[in-house]
T-cell receptor, first 117, second 112 residues
Framework: GAVVSQHPSRVICKSGTSVKIECRSLDFQATTMFWYRQFPKQSLMLMATSNEGSKATYEQGVEKDKFLINHASLTLSTLTVTSAHPEDSSFYIC?????????????FGPGTRLTVL | GENVEQHPSTLSVQEGDSAVIKCTYSDSASNYFPWYKQELGKRPQLIIDIRSNVGEKKDQRIAVTLNKTAKHFSLHITETQPEDSAVYFCAASKGGSYIPTFGRGTSLIVHP
């Protein structure tokens, strides 16, 4: 089946530093990757959609200069939280999907727990 | 855009009972409805999905029903077990443009 990996699984950093999170589709080519943020006991909040080779589409209210997304290849997307602050602490999850038709399923990565001190 | 409502937010049942989680959607063009199970601190896992050309789908103890006219779909879990305890999310999306809209989630607790 489709496997999505995410690295790191957990990161603790000081306020003001930048953190990069990688999302990889291991056994399929992901034309689109999604980045979500999840607060405790809450639903998945879509942050942005990234297509390989083009700029990411950010959801309303998400700062594109704060959350930099790069989708350099069909198997890798990165999310960089720049100048992280304690309020950025959250569970970040990526997902990957293939192009339309019957392949509508999203496959989620294991998530990254970010704690900003 | 699409709006997905999910109820209840919390569901507590005894082991062996059935559990039903209901979702409604607003966009009649949505045609793909997946259900995800998320255990604490882990990734959401697809457990079952249904497309708009089907009214019901079953996989062992899990079933999903879809009523296109009423724009609602439900997840049914029979003979619940403690390991079914998790947060369940429904979602709705359109074919081709498959960014799903997620419900708020239902925390299912199965008491042994």
């Amino acid at each position: 089946g489709a496997v999505v990996s995410q690295h790191p699984s957990r990161v603790i950093c000081k306020s003001g530093t930048s953190v990069k999170i990688e999302c990889r589709s291991l056994d399929f080519q992901a034309t689109t990757m999604f980045w979500y943020r999840q607060f405790p006991k809450q639903s998945l909040m879509l942050m942005a959609t990234s297509n390989e080779g083009s700029k990411a589409t950010y959801e309303q209210g998400v700062e594109k200069d704060k959350f930099l997304i790069n989708h350099a290849s069909l198997t890798l997307s990165t999310l960089t939280v720049t100048s992280a602050h304690p309020e950025d602490s959250s569970f970040y999850i990526c997902s990957a999907g293939t192009s339309g038709g019957l392949s509508d399923t999203q496959y989620f990565g294991p998530g990254t727990r970010l704690t900003v001190l | 855009g699409e709006n997905v409502e999910q109820h209840p937010s919390t569901l507590s049942v005894q082991e062996g009972d059935s559990a039903v989680i209901k979702c409604t959607y607003s966009d009649s063009a949505s045609n793909y409805f997946p259900w995800y199970k998320q255990e604490l601190g882990k990734r959401p896992q697809l457990i079952i999905d249904i497309r708009s050309n089907v009214g019901e789908k079953k996989d062992q103890r899990i079933a999903v029903t879809l009523n296109k006219t009423a724009k609602h779909f439900s997840l049914h879990i029979t003979e619940t077990q403690p390991e079914d305890s998790a947060v369940y999310f429904c979602a709705a999306s359109k074919g081709g443009s498959y960014i799903p809209t997620f419900g708020r989630g239902t925390s299912l607790i199965v008491h042994p």
